[in-house]
């Protein structure tokens, strides 16, 4: 249930594996339509082994940032930069270097390999995509089914159930007040901030190129605290600044998780940092992806201004499947990469 990156994963993994077409796969999604937020997405070599197996290779290969080979390759030049005169720290290299890829391009790619009626991809595990379909609650039937009930959709059942709802996940919070002794779980319901606050824009190389053409950004992939690397086939550059407060690990966060905030806000965020680094968040840049032939499942994405992200973890949790109820990716433990 959700089709996020987990759950459009798994029907297409179901889909890939079923020689012998066993499962026909219900996703449902919560939204009137697939949308994502932020905009990159990081790939190691061992992940896309698995996307290789999954039948991905040959439409994510055009997307990515580099050849998917094992060559050794910088993955982060590391760099002291807060501060007026920031100096190189070392380059982080490794075999195969790491893939980048815009979210949206990802998250498309999954959606043109669902086995849904009527598309060409080859079919074992037929699958529905449910849109506006908002779990609140399962239950096990007598007739050992398990029943979903939706807001304002009518009731329907499945065999297995797999919550690939997010952090926010509503299965989680059912799955875990129904374990045997679910008051060693109150603490994994609800996630917790981790104390970090995400600073992401998406930069245009063009306009960087004219404003400080020597910026080492356009041929370097990364800076400390600061990620920079290139998505959409290099046209832009996702940045996320990061600001931690160590002390404020685990305390409620109080408004939005993620908001549209100034460029003012985010320069003075990281005021004193070195020039090169101001210069690199003082670009603006306004993107619209719409794509087209995916009716009515379209991505959408507007960034006229810097995003700020609360980032939230879960409590690191022992148990994720319990009779036929399965947690997947977010709704299990968060993976955010800091
Ligand atoms: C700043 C940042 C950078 C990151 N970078 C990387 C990276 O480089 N590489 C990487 O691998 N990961 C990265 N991650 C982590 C990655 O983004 C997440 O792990 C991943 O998106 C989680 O996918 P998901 O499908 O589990 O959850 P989600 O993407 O949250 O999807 C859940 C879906 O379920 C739907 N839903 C929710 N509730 C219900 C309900 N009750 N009924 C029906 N549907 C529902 C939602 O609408 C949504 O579509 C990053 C995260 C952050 C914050």
Redesign the pocket.
């Given at each position: 249930?959700?089709?996020?990156?987990?759950?459009l994963a798994l029907a297409v993994a179901l889909n890939a594996f079923d020689d012998e077409q066993k499962f026909a796969v219900d996703l449902?999604?919560?939204?009137s339509e697939?949308s994502e937020t932020?905009a990159?997405?990081?790939?190691w070599p061992r992940?896309w082994q698995c996307l290789k197996e999954i039948g991905l290779e040959e439409t994510l290969i055009p997307l990515l940032d580099h050849y998917p080979d094992l060559e050794p390759r910088i993955v982060f030049e590391m760099r002291k930069a807060d501060q007026e005169n920031g100096f190189k720290i070392t380059d982080a290299m490794k075999e195969g270097g790491i893939l980048s890829i815009h979210r949206a391009d990802f998250q498309r790619s999954f959606i043109e390999h669902l086995p849904l009626l009527g598309s060409n991809v080859k079919m074992s595990s037929i699958c529905n995509l449910h849109l506006s379909?908002?779990?609140?609650n399962y239950d096990f039937t007598a007739t050992g089914h398990i029943s979903l009930s939706f807001v304002d959709k009518p009731i329907t059942t499945c065999d297995i159930l797999v919550g690939?709802?997010?952090?926010?996940?509503?299965v989680r919070r059912l799955f875990l007040t129904r374990l045997p002794n679910p008051e060693k779980y109150e603490m994994f319901l609800d996630p917790v901030w981790s104390g970090s606050m995400?600073y992401?824009e998406l930069v245009d190389k063009n306009e960087l190129k004219k404003i400080d053409p020597g910026h080492r950004a356009l041929d370097h992939p990364g800076l400390m605290h600061c990620v920079v690397y290139p998505v959409s086939g290099g046209k832009f550059m996702n940045v996320?600044a990061m600001a931690h407060d160590k002390s404020k690990k685990g305390a409620a966060w109080e408004g939005l998780w993620n908001q549209e905030v100034t460029q003012e806000e985010f320069l003075e965020k990281f005021k004193g940092w070195e020039d090169e680094f101001q210069a690199l968040i003082r670009v603006r840049s306004c993107i619209s992806v719409h794509i087209k032939n995916i009716r009515p499942y379209v991505l959408r994405q507007c960034i006229p201004q810097p995003t700020r992200?609360a980032?939230h973890d879960l409590n690191h949790l022992d148990v994720f499947a319990n009779r036929r109820v399965f947690l997947?990716?977010?709704?299990v433990g968060?993976?955010?990469?800091y």
């Open positions: 249930r959700g089709a996020g990156i987990a759950g449902y999604e919560a939204a697939l932020g990159g997405i990081n790939v992940i379909h908002r779990l609140i690939a709802d997010g952090i926010k996940s509503t995400a992401r996320v992200w980032l997947l990716g977010d709704s968060s993976f955010h990469v």
